[in-house]
């Protein structure tokens, strides 16, 4: 007899049976190759649905203090001080 089932698809099209994977498909998609031979990508995106609450958290604060260097940014250049570049150095990007 037919039975009736649930299914999660994530942005590639690739069929999982739960939410979860299909997400962790999803960020190991974002996140792409991450070290060398088999991704660790994949793995990576598992931790970061765990600890979704810290990561959200983390990016709250973040934002709250990029926020406030918005609003500061004028003092910053009087408490920062650029050094000079030795001769011969690449910039670092």
């Keep these: 007899m037919a039975k009736k ?3 999660y698809f ?3 099209g690739q ?3 739960s939410a979860r994977d299909a997400t962790a498909s999803d960020l190991a ?3 792409g190759q ?3 031979g088999e991704s660790l990508a994949p793995g990576i995106a598992q931790m970061m649905l765990e600890r979704r609450a810290e990561i959200e958290r983390l990016f709250a604060d973040h934002d709250t203090m990029m926020a406030e260097d918005q609003v500061e940014g004028d003092d910053l250049g009087e408490k920062v001080t650029q050094l000079p570049r030795p001769t011969g150095s690449k910039p670092v990007i």
């Design 34 to 36: 991450i070290g060398d």
């Design 5 to 7: 089932g649930t299914g």
């Design 15 to 17: 069929f999982f049976k």
């Design 29 to 31: 998609a974002l996140l």
């Design 10 to 12: 994530d942005r590639k």
